[in-house]
């Protein structure tokens, strides 16, 4: 068999070299074609290998730094969803204080995580959020994986929703003090670190049901991104080459021995003899008889007819990413009322978007409360005091509720000022049309908890009465001062002695 083989290898040879060279052609084809984008049509299985899932996070990223449309897209995300900040408030004073005290960690850097967090959920199209707690005081430090270092999940097989482990290859950089050099430690295969299903909060979007992992966003505008990019580069070297012109001589009457001389002096550029023939200087006075024309070639390439192909790139932009042409510099098809009209699609996108990080964020915070009620920091149970209005009055309850279900208030800044005035009298007018009710117009202006905002308007009604009270009792004492208080026995007396008088 073995003679075979040789034999078949020595008279194959050429044939052999031929196919791999075939073969490494087509995979380099293959892997081009991946890198723009492409994906196979007769691939059975939803789920991206790491491989492509990494090519798609690190094409995304690097479009992100680069690119001023792909960078605009993940900043309007973020301006819109986070703006200045998110701010959280409970009436539990010590979880407060333990929320704050979270959030304030110098290490956590919250403020700007807040950003990151919104921008990398927009690049890589998931998040992985690792906890560290301390085992003793229950403090939580929290820091962002990168996607491509995780390259498994590991689930429950006897309940495919909980995750076991996450598997997590890298390598890692160890600065050493005495040789002032960083040291390479690689955790990948045998050696990778599996980091428990509980210590990792994991956030994909963009995906299915059946998918492990989050794709990114910016995945389906990547290819129309580069289109326009391309485009833009190709118009202006035509542009370019219209601003560039030549001069064409034109010599009537003229022998073709002469004009051969004529053409030799032209072309030599320190040709100082009498008489050669160059073109004009800038700004100079040409003079020329019968016999010699100057005139000027300039190319006519018509850049305006094509804004209308870049714009149709830009809009296939606009369409995957859900931001419309004027948020990337480009107003001239726009006016007010069609921008509010248009915008109302991404509206809902960042509405979404704010919910969706309100969730991760309750999330973050009570695996924050968590972690200190485990350590003992925390009780277990609380009471909460809940003060409300039934039938017109007003009651007073003291509930014992798991501290970690202690109910938290999260507030983003609104994404519209100028429609708040047109959308409340909207909902006054549907309360007095009596089409609409209190608590369900509050919550629509975005009251979460209207049970407790209904005890705070009784709470000032109650205020406002009390002070108009006062006031009033104030002003009868001091009409009483100006206009003595009538006396009957006096009226009497006086009566009687004006009597006696007379």
Known sequence: MGIIKNLSSFFLKDELIEHKKALDYLSESLQELKEQGWVELNKTDKELTIEELNLIQNTAYIYFLKNPLAGQIVNLKTYFTIGAGISFSTKAEEVQKVLNKFW?????????????????????????????????????????????????IIYDPDNPTRVLYYKREYVEKRFNIETKTYEEIPHEGMDAELIEGDEIFHIPINNVSTGKRGISPLYRVIPWIRAYKNWL??????????????????VKSIGAKLMQQMKNKTENAFNNIVGATKPPKTGSVLIENEGVEWSIINADVNASDAFEDGRAIKLMVCAGSNIFEHYFGDAGEANLASAKAMELPMLKEYQYRQELFRWIYRNIFRKVIENKVDTGELPEEIDMTRTFIKNQKEETITETIKTVDVYLDIDFPPLTLTDIKEYTEAMAKQMGMKIRSRQSAAQNLGVENWEEEEYRIFEDERKDNAKAETQKKKMKESSYKDYPEFNINNYRSSKVRDIHEE
């Not at 906890?131 to 990168?146: A, C, H, P, Q």
Request: net charge negative; glycine share 2%.
């Open 233 to 250: 580069e190709d118009r202006l070297v035509i542009n370019k080459a219209k601003s560039i012109f030549a001069w064409e001589e034109k």
């Open 104 to 152: 304030d960690d110098k290490d956590n850097k919250m403020f700007t995580k807040q950003i990151q967090m919104s921008n990398e959920l927009e690049i890589y199209g998931e998040l992985f959020i690792r906890f560290f707690v301390n085992e003793y005081s229950g403090d939580t430090k929290i820091t962002l994986v990168d996607p491509s270092e995780i390259t498994d």
